[in-house]
């Protein structure tokens, strides 16, 4: 799924699975429709802002984000699921997690946000970081 992002900073994909099959997919982009950054170019970049801070000024969805609003508008239900993401959460997206009901999340890239993580474990989500696997994710040049 991180093959299918168009941003330029990072590479993020997510997969809502339960019970050994996957409900929902979502990759980090522009909402359906809109240009994305790929075109565009990267509103952060220019602004020189970090990750991890004003999320709010970028025109990508979150990997998590985009799995679980297509569980919503496929009337999937992923209570009691487990994400897989190449990063750890950002604090909007674990929030987002909590109220979805995931109650596991596996992860091996990190995003600068050790607040999130400390709110996965307040929700009781498990949370499990793997070794980055010996795979590349090729840029969309």
């Known amino acids: 799924m991180a ?16 019970d ?3 409900l ?16 565009l170019g990267c ?10 801070e004003k ?6 969805i979150h990997a998590e984000q985009n799995a679980v609003i297509q569980a919503g508008l496929h009337g999937i239900s992923i ?8 990063h750890t959460p950002c604090i909007l997206c674990a929030k987002i997690l909590v ?4 109650n596991r999340m596996v ?3 990190t995003y600068p946000d050790q607040d999130a993580l400390t709110l996965l474990k307040e929700a009781g989500i498990e949370f499990k970081r793997l070794e980055t696997p010996g795979l590349t994710i090729s840029t969309l040049d």
């Open 3 to 18: 093959e299918r992002s168009t941003c330029r900073r990072h590479h993020v994909g997510a997969v809502i699975v339960r």
């Open 20 to 22: 050994k099959r996957i």
């Open 24 to 39: 929902t997919t979502g990759y980090n982009g522009a909402p359906s429709g809109i240009k994305d950054c790929l075109e």
């Open 43 to 52: 509103l952060r970049d220019e602004k020189g802002i970090v990750s991890g």
């Open 55 to 60: 999320h709010e000024v970028c025109r990508a």
């Open 79 to 86: 209570q009691r699921a487990t994400i897989y993401c190449t």
């Open 99 to 102: 109220n979805a009901k995931i």
């Open 107 to 109: 992860a091996c890239g």
